[in-house]
């Protein structure tokens, strides 16, 4: 009898999508994304910390939150309105004020990319909304690239809403390698409008943030679009001569053809995406070929979408969601296979990756000193979006695969590996909100100890042991059948210190009346064990379980999705269930949750390394108002500009301070940023 093998997709398609006016994902040569009714903010006005000339970063991303209230979701801030009325201005500006405290925007230096994606949750969770939206974040790093084509996906495929920015780069020359070698040097954000390639052909549209009419008016909203050729052969480094030690020689990113006349070159290297959340559940039928069935948010009045899934009954199926919400599939059994869905819009197909382009060989070594993998036990997608693959002890980390998409057919490359003490009974991403952690949590079969292992850019691979200090809680269960689910970290983690925060994992046996929260501590001592009972007690169809961004619990219960959050009372806290959209949506044994991810990495993107944005025109930069020449520079030139426009009122361009006067204030204005602003 062949093993059955049914996914359930659950969505939460909305009035998002209303204006995205053309979605088409044909091939990754041959898409088109275009969008209307994207609010266009401008970021320079006044009530903004220097008048908002440092705020690209979270004017960019209110554009985002005004789009999704203005679609459905009126009840998120900043709310429905016309925000190109100048009557809305005080209220977009209030606004763009508190995502830039969220996400600890500085007046003088900008925005860094990894406070950036902290903000747009910390507003989501306020606002209540982080249980139907997820952010997922995406830098350039040695591991990994922003593509034109994973934008054009993730609005297509995933109904998402997008900024992205790009890095003003030096070019420094060729290397040993024959690569370019390109040094970044800020950068600046922007709304994505639309995408679109075809063949060699490659466009962005975009809204930009630094066009505006002046800093107490709203300007017209206005998309602008640029070519964008993806350009080969470049590697990210300080220096020419450190470029040639560099991993991840000879890859490509998008140009942004833009400010051609300057020396630095522009290249698209980070993006936000807010998308609606999604569930992935699956089990065993008995009624014909394993099946994928898509279910969206109003599953109950309509037909299913089925799909098979190419599968032997010898092979041993594991979904898994990568870093985009991308479902991803390993199919153990013989030779490993990995499978991926949902990527293309015209025929949602699953499509199996070439074996040499993610799994490693010695092909990959050509000077010799590679051990081959044996076999593949347990695959997972770690934060900073590389496949780690598992053979008993050994853990191998393949980099370069862009979520399973690379481009032009590039294969991947070893990122890293280690030998574990002893092969785990299971393997875990550290939750994406430990930004620089980027590693695995792996647990011994008798669950007496957690091993995490850590690598990074240019860093040795370390492996820490911690040792669970109660584990009779786990006698005589089977660890083979345990959720293990990261939850993330202790409320009072400081987002300064991600180092210094304890991990929290939850563990869940199949119709067991209690979840069990392990808390990994940060750098070393006893794993603890805390119990969550869940209010009903043991539930024998309760088979599976996920956690959402909100830290609700989705359990399966008699072949549907329950929903339950974790509730203070006089005894403790319990599990109780609320009301969802969830609730009662198909479901079989297995279950998965799309959450928020990272693969920020605070040493890698740091501000030293140029990891910050601040703002760039589309014709010239946008300068500070003591920069009255606009030549980049506040010198002499800048005083005499003040003083030939002396006495002039509203609309002066020697007006310094922007006072709409000029006069003997806007000489202090120049003299106190004199050099620079």
Known sequence: MLR??????????????????????????????????????????????????????????????????????????????????????????????????????????????????????????????????????????????????????????????????????????????????????????????????????????????????????????????????????????????????????GKGMN?????????????????????????????????????????????????????????????????MVDPSGNLSIMAFGGNPRLLLTNRNSEDLQLKEVQRDLWFPTEEWFPMGGWIALNNVDEAIWANDRTLILRDGQRLVAVGGLDGGCPENGERGFVAWETTLPEAPTKMLAVPANLQGRNGVLAFSTDMKNVFEVSAGPDQETQVKNYEVGDTSIFSGVNPNILNFIGTGTESNCSQNNQDGCNVLIDVFHPGAGEVVQLIVPAESGTVLTQIRPILGGPNQTRS??????????????????????????????????????????????????????TNFDPVEHSVENGWFDVPGGDNEEVFCPSDVNRDGNVDFSDILKVLGDWGCVQGCSGDANEDAVVNFEDVLAVLNHWGGC
């Open 255 to 319: 140009r942004i053809m833009r400010n051609l006349s300057s020396s630095q070159e522009r290249y698209i290297d980070s993006r936000i995406a807010i998308r609606p959340s999604q569930c992935y559940a699956w089990g065993n039928f008995d009624d014909g070929t394993p099946t994928i069935v898509t279910v969206p948010f109003d599953w109950w009045n309509n037909t299913l979408f089925e799909q098979s899934i190419p599968t032997s009954p010898q092979e041993i199926l594991k979904p």
């Open 4 to 249: 059955q093998f049914t996914l359930v997709t659950l969505t939460l398609p909305t009035a998002v999508v209303a204006d995205f006016d053309i979605s088409r994902y044909s091939s990754g040569s041959s898409y088109e994304l275009l969008m209307s009714n994207m609010p266009d903010f401008d970021q320079q006005r006044s009530g903004l910390a220097n008048s908002g000339n440092m705020h690209c970063v979270p004017t960019a991303n209110a554009n985002l939150f005004a789009y999704a209230a203005n679609h459905g979701f009126p009840g998120l801030a900043p709310g429905q309105a016309n925000w190109q009325s100048n009557s809305n201005h005080a209220a977009g500006t209030n606004f763009i004020d508190r995502l830039g405290d969220a996400m600890d925007t500085s007046g003088t230096t900008g925005t860094s990319h990894g406070d950036a994606w902290r903000g747009v949750r910390q507003i989501l969770r306020e606002e209540g909304f982080d249980d139907i939206f997820v952010v997922e974040h995406e830098s350039t790093s040695v591991f990994n690239r922003v593509l034109l084509k994973e934008i054009a996906q993730a609005g297509v495929l995933r109904n998402a809403i997008q900024s992205i920015c790009y890095g003003r780069y030096d070019n420094l020359g060729t290397n040993c390698w024959g690569n370019t070698v390109l040094s970044r040097d800020g950068g600046h954000c922007m709304t994505v409008v639309g995408v679109e390639r075809d063949g060699d052909d490659r466009t962005i549209t975009y809204h930009d943030p630094s066009a505006g009419d002046g800093i107490n008016q709203q300007s017209t909203f206005t998309a602008t679009t640029k070519n964008a050729p993806f350009v080969n052969d470049l590697v990210r480094s300080s220096s020419v001569f450190w470029s040639c030690l560099q991993p991840l020689q």
């Open 544 to 597: 599976s379980l996920a956690i959402n961004d909100a830290g609700h619990c989705l359990f399966t219960e008699g072949g549907s999705i329950k929903v339950y959050a974790p509730i203070m009372r006089a005894n403790g806290m319990v599990l109780e269930p609320i009301d969802s959209p969830f609730n009662g949506a198909p479901a079989g044994g297995g279950l998965l949750v799309d959450r928020s991810t």
